[in-house]
């Protein structure tokens, strides 16, 4: 008896699927409809209004960018072509103390809110106007969000250079609250910058406090990613302990050179203390940093990159030791007259880059700055340059394990439900990517390039990249957190 052949909308046919979990890849046809996946297997017998022969190439779920400061650029540029060129389906914003929302600025955004866009940029008091501005853009990602820490501190304090009071931390909880009811992801603080360090541990745990019931998370740029690194990381520890949700550190890394080569033991302390309590990291496959110019990484050890600068933007891209010279002054005087600026700083070692991204625990985020004039070339290259540079060229991983950090294990963390992995029945993000091909072609001279290798991706079902080009279709929304259960974070971390 002949089985009556089945209808998508579209079929993918001979694809080297890699799932999401790290298993390695199989061959095999998907079909999509409605916005899921509908079939996975041999499907001979199918009829699709498109066709897609991927002719042995590689087939994933579509990457998660778990570090993004893409927070105003979803609704301004929601091409987001920086992204969905690398393959990205879903954008987590809000990272680093920093978010769009909820927000009420009193004047100018104060560093490093500035990276987010100038003060007209800042128009959602609630974090629901910002959900409802994400969905009446309609950006080519989905976006879901994490709730900074800073931004409530601005909401709320008349001085960021001090800790906030009781009746401070009561109004920034009912704020944080208020958005875990319509869906963030988690709390970020950012405290390594001079607008939150002067918060005390005890705020930052007391206002997580909320995030256990909603099954949220708790994510830090931490106080020091400098010679006090394991101290900053048992503060984020005690946080998560105290407020009773999962950890995780954003971008580690071992910054400036006296930390060099210290990443063995600060993935040590990650491995003691996941045996109590779930915590993980994420970082970017780049050994360069980039962030506002702080003046305190101004010490003349570390070669530093000028990317803009609002008094002297004539001064972007040249190295601040150069500027120094050509002004005939100190570099700190130098850093003193170009800000506010950002910066590139060259303050990693390239061992130790690679020892952090191979890690079991590590999710890649790109951390990339969109308004950044001469932005680091990880806005437009992370995840291919995982791929192709240290997948498939340094051979520092296996592909299904790099399509894991980028995929299933970043789903899991953030309650991102149905997504991140491929199986009937879940969302339909997906990138066709040719494996031998795939690389970042972004660098620190060029960094606005798309990617290389990555074939169609697919969002929400939606054909939305192919070939080099956006396809003019864009099917992201806001994405809020689902459900999650002791057992999920045990899987996840």
């Known amino acids: 008896m002949h089985s009556h052949p089945e209808a998508a909308d579209t079929l993918i046919v001979g694809a080297m699927l890699y799932d999401g979990t790290g298993a390695p890849p199989v061959e095999r046809d998907v079909a999509l409809r409605d916005g899921r996946i509908v079939a996975i297997g041999n499907l001979s017998n199918w009829l699709a209004e498109e066709v897609i022969e991927a002719e042995g190439r590689a087939l994933a779920p579509g990457f998660i960018d778990v570090h993004t400061h893409d927070d105003t650029h979803v609704i301004q540029a929601p091409q987001m072509l920086p992204k969905i060129s690398q393959g990205v389906t879903t954008v987590i914003v809000g990272n680093c103390g920093i978010s769009a929302s909820p927000v009420s600025l009193k004047g100018e955004p104060p560093d490093p809110m500035n990276l987010l866009g100038a003060r007209d940029a800042f128009q959602y008091p609630t974090f629901k106007h910002y959900v409802d501005a994400v969905n009446a853009a309609k950006p080519a990602v989905n976006v879901g969000a994490l709730i900074g820490h800073t931004a409530l501190r601005n909401n709320h304090l008349d001085d960021l250079k001090r800790a906030a009071n009781s009746a401070e931390i009561e109004a920034m909880r009912a704020q944080l609250e208020e958005a875990l009811v319509h869906g963030a992801l988690g709390l970020s603080t950012g405290l390594a910058y001079g607008s939150a360090y002067e918060a005390s541990t005890e705020e930052v745990a007391t206002l997580a406090e909320p995030l256990a019931l909603a099954g949220a998370l708790y994510t830090t740029h931490m106080r020091t990613e400098f010679d006090a690194i394991l101290d900053a990381m048992d503060e984020a520890y005690h946080i998560g302990k105290h407020a009773r949700v999962p950890v995780v550190i954003s971008h580690l890394k071992c910054a400036g050179p006296s930390n060099w080569g210290r990443s063995t033991e600060v993935l040590e302390s990650i491995e ?43 001064q972007a891209g040249k190295l601040i030791k150069d500027i120094a010279a050509q002004w005939g002054v100190s570099q700190q005087e130098a850093g003193k007259r170009l800000q506010p600026a950002g910066a590139v700083y060259h303050n990693m070692s390239e061992d130790d880059v690679r020892r952090i991204l191979s890690h079991p625990a590590t999710m890649v985020g790109s951390d990339g700055l969109p308004n950044d004039p001469l932005p680091h070339p990880r806005l437009w290259g992370a995840f291919p340059r995982v791929l192709g540079h240290y997948a498939r060229d340094a051979k520092l991983l296996p592909l299904e394990e790099a ?12 309650g991102l439900e149905q997504r991140g992995e491929v199986h009937v029945g879940w969302h339909a993000d997906l990138v066709l990517f040719d494996p031998a091909k795939v690389r970042d072609a972004a660098t620190f001279d060029k960094p606005q390039q798309v990617a290389e290798g990555i074939d169609a991706v697919w969002v929400n079902g939606v054909l939305s990249y192919r070939d080099g080009q956006p396809t003019g279709e864009r099917a992201g929304h806001f994405v809020a957190r689902g459900p999650r259960d002791a057992s999920a974070d045990a899987a996840a971390f």
Not at 274 to 282: E, I, M, S, T
Not at 290 to 302: A, E, N, R
Not at 403 to 414: C, H, N, Q
């Open 272 to 314: 003691r203390v996941r045996k109590y309590q779930p915590v993980g990291c994420d970082c970017y496959p780049y050994s360069r940093s980039s962030s506002t110019l702080d003046l305190k990484q101004v010490t003349g050890d570390i070669d530093i990159t000028i990317t803009w600068s609002t008094p002297h933007p004539e």
């Open 403 to 414: 399509v894991r950090k980028m995929t299933g294990l970043s789903a899991r963390r953030f």
